[in-house]
C-alpha cells in the first residue's frame, strides 16, 4: 500500500514561515511526480506546487516567490518551503504523487496563518 506521510503543519504569524515535508517509499519517489494541493474551509482543493522526478517545478500564481518545492532523492522526500505567509494561505495541505494512471494523497498537514 502506498503511503504520503506529511510532517511540518502548525500555527505561525503572518510574515513567517514553515516547511512541510511529504515521504513516500522509494518506488514512487522516483517515479511518480509529487506536489502539494491546500483546501480552505468552504472550498475546493487548489493545487499549490509540483515537482517531477528530475526536479522541474512549477508554483501557482498565488505562492510564487514565497514558496519553493524541493526533493531529497536519499531520503524519498519532498518539502514545501513556506516564507511569507498570509492568512490567505491558512488551509489543510495535502502531498500528492501522480502518474498518468494513478494518484496518491497523504493526510494532510493543517497550516494556520494568525496573529
Known amino acids: 500500500q502506498v503511503q504520503l506521510v506529511e510532517s511540518g503543519g502548525g500555527l505561525v504569524q503572518p510574515g513567517g514561515s514553515l516547511r512541510l515535508s511529504c515521504a513516500t517509499s522509494?518506488?514512487?519517489?522516483?517515479?511518480?511526480?509529487m506536489g502539494w494541493y491546500r483546501q480552505a474551509p468552504g472550498k475546493r482543493r487548489n493545487w499549490v506546487a509540483q515537482?517531477?522526478?528530475?526536479?522541474?517545478?512549477n508554483y501557482a500564481d498565488s505562492v510564487k516567490g514565497r514558496f519553493t518545492i524541493s526533493r531529497d532523492n536519499a531520503k524519498n522526500t519532498i518539502y514545501l518551503q513556506m516564507n511569507n505567509l498570509k492568512p490567505e494561505d491558512t488551509a489543510v495541505y495535502y502531498c500528492?504523487?501522480?502518474?498518468?494512471?494513478?494518484?496518491?494523497w497523504g493526510q494532510g498537514t493543517q497550516v494556520t496563518v494568525s496573529s
Open positions: 515537482i517531477g522526478n528530475q526536479g522541474n517545478t
Open positions: 500528492y504523487a501522480r502518474s498518468s494512471t494513478r494518484a496518491y
Open positions: 522509494g518506488s514512487i519517489f522516483s517515479t511518480y511526480e
